[in-house]
């Protein structure tokens, strides 16, 4: 069974930033395991949740980073709704950054992306989520997950 490993920013009874105008960044961590856990090697399907973005938002910029790990492994970024919106079966490893947006990188996808949650829902956010994909190549899990992501209620800005 996958695991799902949550970092701060996307913990329960945290509430997603909203401003109608400007940009919001949050920057935040996640271990790449689960808390104690002896197994510690990442499997397809294991899912971070990073942030929670509200509806409406538009995606702007953002990366992940890895600090401290072995090895490498497909991931997936996207939101709670679509694992691979923003970035789709991306190889990645330590020293590698994941620039959302960067039209350089294989499977990357175009900036801005919209949030969209269905009015009749009790949460009117999604998850910023790096869902690991199926090419895992069982990477040690003792370090850190970093990442950044920038979004805007409004795209005039």
Same mark, same amino acid.
């Given at each position: 069974?996958?695991?799902?490993?949550?970092?701060?920013?996307?913990?329960?009874?945290?509430?997603?930033?909203?401003?109608?105008?400007?940009?919001?960044?949050?920057?935040?961590?996640?271990?790449?395991?689960?808390?104690?856990?002896?197994?510690?090697?990442?499997?397809?399907?294991? &899912?971070?949740?990073?942030?929670?973005?509200?509806?409406?938002?538009?995606?702007?910029?953002?990366?992940?980073?890895?600090?401290? &790990? +072995?090895?490498?492994?497909?991931?997936?970024?996207?939101?709670?709704?679509?694992?691979?919106?923003?970035?789709?079966?991306?190889?990645?490893?330590?020293?590698?950054?994941?620039?959302?947006?960067?039209?350089?990188?294989?499977?990357?996808?175009?900036?801005?992306?919209?949030?969209?949650?269905?009015? +009749?829902?009790?949460?009117?956010?999604?998850?910023?989520?790096?869902?690991?994909?199926?090419?895992?190549?069982?990477?040690?899990?003792?370090?850190?997950?970093?990442?950044?992501?920038?979004?805007?209620?409004?795209?005039?800005?």
């Amino acid at each position: 069974m996958p695991d799902t490993m949550t970092a701060a920013l996307a913990a329960s009874g945290v509430q997603p930033r909203y401003l109608p105008n400007g940009t919001i960044t949050l920057t935040g961590k996640v271990p790449l395991g689960p808390a104690g856990v002896a197994d510690n090697t990442l499997a397809d399907g294991d &899912t971070f949740k990073l942030a929670k973005i509200p509806h409406g938002a538009f995606i702007l910029d953002g990366w992940l980073d890895i600090v401290s &790990t +072995n090895g490498s492994f497909e991931i997936n970024v996207g939101t709670s709704a679509d694992e691979d919106a923003i970035a789709a079966s991306v190889c990645f490893s330590a020293g590698i950054l994941l620039h959302f947006g960067d039209a350089n990188q294989t499977g990357v996808q175009a900036l801005p992306f919209k949030i969209s949650v269905t009015d +009749n829902v009790r949460d009117q956010f999604l998850y910023l989520t790096a869902t690991v994909g199926s090419g895992v190549q069982s990477p040690s899990t003792s370090g850190t997950l970093i990442f950044m992501v920038k979004y805007t209620m409004d795209l005039t800005v």
